[in-house]
T-cell receptor
Framework: KAGVTQTPRYLIKTRGQQVTLSCSPISGHRSVSWYQQTPGQGLQFLFEYFSETQRNKGNFPGRFSGRQFSNSRSEMNVSTLELGDSALYLC????????????FGPGTRLTVT | GENVEQHPSTLSVQEGDSAVIKCTYSDSASNYFPWYKQELGKRPQLIIDIRSNVGEKKDQRIAVTLNKTAKHFSLHITETQPEDSAVYFCAASIPGSYIPTFGRGTSLIVHP
């Protein structure tokens, strides 16, 4: 099976702009979760989508949003970018049931200048 | 919700030594405990996991132990090698939550 893929791998944006990141899960996986990773902050959970519905949400401002398509591919959007949004954004896919492994993508490195 | 504490945040050992990383969780209903390894510049990858009906699990040089009563679980790496250097994350899952709660990570440095 092909692994989780994310595009683009690297992005440089300016404060105030918006950005869209994409994640394609492993075939057959219906759950996609998004995480923000910054040095020393571990994996901060953003949200999880399952069957095109947001099922779980972390404590991030409304500037962070997402969606999932019928083929389980997911996108994450960040509007009005701030310097503090610079991070590695990871998505992970799973079969959607609790207690099972999440498979991570390679991440998108976002730099906001 | 679940809360996972992980210690230490940094662990430095000599090659050949053992390393132990400890995590505690808050919700006694948690029943699945995975450990992920993230090498520099790479994605986190599952290295071992344990379910609440098992007290210990081994895979070559790594092992995980679970104490449900105390609500803590640990990762043990024996005969450490430089390639074990990475950030390790523990996590805990509550039935029905669908996503794990991660610890903040431990940076393991193995000196040759």
């Amino acid at each position: 099976k092909a692994g989780v893929t994310q595009t683009p791998r690297y992005l440089i944006k300016t404060r105030g702009q918006q950005v869209t990141l994409s994640c394609s899960p492993i075939s057959g996986h219906r759950s996609v979760s998004w995480y923000q990773q910054t040095p020393g902050q571990g994996l901060q959970f953003l949200f999880e989508y399952f069957s095109e519905t947001q099922r779980n949400k972390g404590n991030f401002p409304g500037r962070f949003s997402g969606r999932q398509f019928s083929n389980s591919r997911s996108e994450m959007n960040v509007s009005t970018l701030e310097l503090g949004d610079s991070a590695l954004y990871l998505c992970a896919s799973s079969n959607g049931q609790g207690g099972y492994e999440q498979y991570f993508g390679p991440g998108t490195r976002l730099t906001v200048t | 919700g679940e809360n996972v504490e992980q210690h230490p945040s940094t662990l430095s050992v000599q090659e050949g030594d053992s390393a132990v990383i400890k995590c505690t969780y808050s919700d006694s209903a948690s029943n699945y405990f995975p450990w992920y390894k993230q090498e520099l510049g790479k994605r986190p990858q599952l290295i071992i996991d344990i379910r609440s009906n098992v007290g210990e699990k081994k895979d070559q040089r790594i092992a995980v132990t679970l104490n449900k009563t105390a609500k803590h679980f640990s990762l043990h790496i024996t005969e450490t090698q430089p390639e074990d250097s990475a950030v390790y994350f523990c996590a805990a899952s509550i039935p029905g939550s669908y996503i794990p709660t991660f610890g903040r990570g431990t940076s393991l440095i193995v000196h040759p």
